[in-house]
């Protein structure tokens, strides 16, 4: 990204929508050229800025992966004046973006370890990234164990259903969905996202969580994974709360010295524990 406050353009090649209230689309990307696709070089926990032109612009977590290099992939919730504008746009229209903005999740640190990932709602998205790049095939041999829970309010609000029922006729990982509450259809898990977590109770030793929900998920997550002793410096958060210009410039999402968009989104729980209990 040569200049960080100027969108670069990109088509909308695709959209779908993701749950049944339709107020989550995801949204396929392509650069309208080879420099700008070859340029937006990312990793897993990092986000984009959209613009629309008009409408303004909205932080939004990469759910793709690096592995998909043909594609941007990006779900939004439908939520203010950009987020609308973007779910009102058609497929060709061309918007803008910035980035890649942010940190990642410790890939280097994770090798040789296994993974624990255990999201909630909407905020699995940038989750979505991490386990397609772990389940990539030159990938895969890297990491140990790796451990799914993803949690929402009922089956309807569950993102992308299908490559759920796919990761779990996989052997190379273990995937465990659930809601709060089921309908006639739900064969799954019926329980709030932390019951689950205790219940499978994964091995905290040589392993590290990735934790990206609701703070009422997080909050009540935290503790549970504290009783099945995994470290705070073992345990990294995606926090997307406030974020607005991306570039740490406007000040909207500082938490004490800290700015979530350019210091994070991505921080551990040990670091937490040491900035004002904002979060």
Not at 1 to 14: A, E, H, Q, V
Not at 77 to 97: E, F, P
Not at 209 to 226: D, E, F, K, Q, W
Request: glycine letters at 10%; aromatic letters at 8%.
């Amino acid at each position: 990204m040569k200049d960080p406050y100027l969108p670069i353009p990109i088509r909308i090649d695709g959209m779908v929508f993701e749950n049944e209230a339709r107020d989550i689309k995801t949204f396929r990307l392509v650069f309208t050229d080879e420099p700008n696709r070859i340029g937006f070089s990312f990793l897993p926990g990092q986000f984009a800025e959209l613009s629309l032109m008009g409408a303004g612009e909205c932080p939004i977590g990469i759910a793709s992966s690096p592995t998909e290099p043909d594609h941007l992939l990006l779900t939004v919730k439908r939520a203010g004046i950009a987020t609308t504008a973007l779910h009102r746009s058609s497929v060709g229209d061309i918007i803008g973006i910035r980035g890649p903005l942010g940190n990642t999740f410790p890939i280097p640190a994770m090798e040789g370890k296994s993974i624990v990932i255990v999201g909630g709602g909407f905020a699995f998205t940038t989750l979505r990234s991490m386990i397609k790049y772990v389940l990539a095939e030159n990938n895969r041999g890297r990491f140990n164990d790796l451990t799914v829970i993803y949690g929402a309010r009922n089956p309807g609000e569950l993102l992308y259903k299908s490559e759920l029922e796919e990761w779990e006729g996989r052997k190379d990982l273990k995937v465990l969905v659930t809601v709060d509450k089921g309908d006639d259809r739900w064969t799954r898990h019926i329980g709030v996202v932390p019951n689950v977590l205790r219940t499978v109770a994964p091995a905290a030793k040589d392993a590290t969580v990735l934790v990206c929900g609701p703070p009422i998920m997080v909050r009540y997550t935290l503790p549970v994974l504290a009783d099945l002793g995994f470290k705070p410096e073992s345990i990294f958060l995606s926090l997307e709360m406030r974020m607005k210009c991306g570039i740490g410039q406007c000040g909207r999402c500082n938490i004490g010295p800290k700015y979530v968009c350019k210091d994070g989104p991505v921080f551990s729980f040990a670091e937490l524990q040491q900035l004002p209990q904002e979060y």
